[in-house]
């Protein structure tokens, strides 16, 4: 029997969860381990340099492969987790989308609308820059929906729409081009209806393995709730225009109607907007109670003019008590790349798609290495852009922006406890420049305008072994980490009999929390005592802002991902900082430090991480028995770190 520790089984679940999938899609076979997942990624990654090269690999590019193999398989370096979920397996080769992290546009016209959804249902996460464009029902429009009653998959995937005596009918078909496809109908209305049929009878019910994307089916329910309340918008603003508020519900409602694999959001509005003010308080407490979908987004101010540090000063103050947006400095981005329109929606990529991977810095053994995986890694990231969009759903800007941009993203991860200095960054960072080129060369294709990040790295820096997420420090030496699952997850029986502590999500009624403990222990952690023997994070938030410059100026030629935590008590020392490093300054999520974590409850129902003292954390821990890591992977797993979600990609 294998058995693992707390950290351990925690990465196992979440790679299960995340990237795993029956071998050879065999329902009866177990799921993947994760040689088992790199080598299906290794397997992507020679088929889409085989057919842009149009022949077979010679033994130099396969000698290229296995040190990349070797690279993941030592967890020193991460390919995208969506090459993980989904590359090599059909659906990569038919919808190459399905392998990019992120993406954004403006949202202003029926077919960007259609676009959002669309990637949203592929897996990816999708920020929108709300633009108006889209109006409310010519006349007011009674709805009626038709549930589905299938028992198993098999429903038409095509949707059929009929008009006749001011009825007007939408089949819905049971694909992602079918759902995409339907919001546009919604968004366009073109019949003159008194009457609109949503007929849901074709769409297999929940808990049914979706055959393309491997994830599991949540049924009609969700659609169901998102339609009537989208229909309440339009019927709401008859002949008129939407406000940028009532599209900022639509997308954040067709966004809650996922598959169990969660996708983030992000909705941007200009700070001139007239409708900012409207907008810094859409996910306020009072409105989050009203519109629940709002909690899907995390918001950002997009400034092309530095601010005026007394208004910055009050947003900061309202984000004590609130939901405030993220503040993003459009100069300083557009410096970067002067067709930047706005951000993912974790914050990292200022270009229109995400296509990231990271270097573990704590597994890397020498710069040497480091120099060469980063090499490698970039190599990878600009052979995925090479696929064609051309599914005919998306449309053709999407491929043309990739095709003359090459967006690439290698991001770091465990940059805290590894120390890196800015001459070695540097010296790395070149040899990643240096990769993409060389591949572009070979290629006779652009080189990437965009090439390192740091990205959040919640779920991918767990699965490469623990430590510190991305750019940031861990919250506590000591945590519990609430981990979601759904509550028919048969691993569940597995955790309780090992001793788990399991409890009901506060605001999802199908899912359930399973607690890990979790040590973070490492002499480049900086801790401090807030009682009871209690050590959290003793960063200051200028010492967490200087590292994200520092890591601006000589690592991420794009963004850095980072949540900066403070109190009330330090927003003048956060406004005198901005007001110093504006025009270099892009773009972080602040969030509220918590230092009494029963207010911080009350406020958000759980938190994923919660600071324990040894005494608690070790009590735990002795009470959990060993668990056979064999029977893991004969059972379906459906963890979720809740990265990127809640409005401000927190630390999980």
Known sequence: MQTVNSNELRAELLMLSKYSHRLNLDENQPFERWVDIVERGIRHQQHIWQQVIGRDLNDKELSELHELRQGQLDKKIALAGRTYNLGGLPISESKPETQFNCWYDSLKTVHDAVDMFYLLLCGGGVTSVIERGMSGFQQPIKLEIIRTQRTNKGGNQNNIETFENEVWTIKVGDSAEG??????????????????????????????????????????????????????????????????????????????????????????????????????????????????????????????????????????????????????????????????????????????????????????????????????????????????????????????????????????????????????????????????????????????????????????????????????????????????FRVDDPILEVLKNAGYKIINHPNKHDTVLVTFPISNVNHAYKFKDIGNGVMIDAESVIDQLDRYLFLLRHWADQNVSMTVLYRKDEIPDIVAWLDKYWDEYISVAFMQRFEDYSEAKDRFGYMPQVPVNKVDFSEYLNSIRDIDIDKLYNQNVSADTEECSGGSCPVN
């Open 179 to 484: 759902w995409a496809k339907f919001l546009g109908k919604l968004l366009a209305h073109v019949y003159p209806a008194k009457k609109l049929i949503v007929d849901f009878s074709e769409l297999r019910p929940a808990g049914i393995v979706l055959s393309q994307f491997r994830w599991i089916s949540n049924g009609d329910q969700q659609l169901t709730d998102a339609t009537v309340k989208i229909v309440e918008i339009l019927n709401g603003s008859v002949a008129r225009s939407l406000s940028k508020i009532n599209i900022l519900d639509v997308v954040t409602l067709v966004g809650g109607v996922l598959a169990t694999r969660r996708a983030a959001q992000m909705e941007g509005m200009a700070f001139h907007d007239p409708e900012i003010d409207d907008f810094i308080t859409a996910k306020s407490n009072e409105n989050v109670i009203e519109h629940p979908n709002r909690y899907n987004s995390n918001n950002t101010i997009m400034c092309y003019t530095k601010p005026n540090m007394k208004w910055v000063a009050e947003l900061l103050d309202y984000g004590t008590t609130n939901d405030a947006p993220a503040i993003m400095n459009m100069a300083a981005a557009k410096r970067r790349n002067e067709a930047c329109e706005g951000v993912n929606p974790c914050g990292e990529a200022i270009y229109s798609n995400c296509n990231l991977g990271e270097i573990n810095a704590t597994n890397i053994t020498s710069i040497s290495e480091a120099n060469r995986l980063g090499y490698l890694l970039a190599r990878a990231l600009y052979r995925q852009t090479c696929p064609p969009f051309s599914d005919g759903i998306l449309q053709k800007h999407w491929d043309r922006d990739l095709k003359s941009t090459r967006q690439i993203g290698v991001g770091l991860t465990n940059i805290v406890p590894s120390n890196l200095r800015a001459a070695p960054l540097r010296e790395i960072y070149r040899n990643v420049v240096i990769g993409g080129g060389s591949m572009a060369h070979e290629l006779g294709t652009p080189v990437p305008q965009g090439n390192t990040v740091v990205k959040p790295s919640g779920t991918m820096t767990k699965v490469m072994g623990g430590g510190a997420e991305g750019s940031h420090h861990p919250l506590a030496k000591y945590i519990f980490n609430n981990v979601n």
